[in-house]
């Protein structure tokens, strides 16, 4: 019997589970941040939209869609700033994400999300 597809649904296994673990430790860090989970989407959410909207631009950029002439005329460079904008904007969420999470300091006593866990 091959082991590969054992081994690929183990490692599929493996894999769910570690971001199963990971999205709710993250979550419980947020609730002691007195944040919403819905942050977390946001930054996850994030990098796929990004990805979405890039595409969509270099196709249109690259005359693959053509909305209109005048839109094909001026779509790189249009879009060109857009793009440094949103990328940009997507390294300060990338890098302050984890830098809030790791280093701010909980709220002290109770929060909407329940008590203080250190006491």
Do not use: E, Q
């Not at 599929?12 to 002691?32: C, E, M, P, Q, Y």
């Not at 460079?77 to 280093?103: D, S």
Request: net charge neutral; with cysteine; hydrophobic share 60%.
């Amino acid at each position: 019997m091959d082991p590969g597809p054992v081994k690929g649904l183990l490692g599929l296994l493996f894999l769910v589970l570690f971001v199963w673990i990971s999205l709710a430790a993250t979550a419980k860090r947020l609730h002691d941040l007195n944040l919403s989970d819905a942050w977390l989407v946001a930054v996850i959410g994030g990098p796929i939209l990004l990805v979405l909207v890039l595409f969509v631009m270099a196709a249109i950029a690259g005359g693959i869609v053509v909305i209109s002439d005048r839109l094909a005329d001026v779509a790189f460079g249009g879009y060109a700033v857009l793009t440094l904008v949103l990328v940009c904007g997507w390294f300060v969420i990338a890098f302050g994400f984890p830098l809030m999470i790791g280093f701010w300091p909980g709220t002290v006593g109770p929060n909407r999300f329940g008590p203080d866990p250190l006491g």
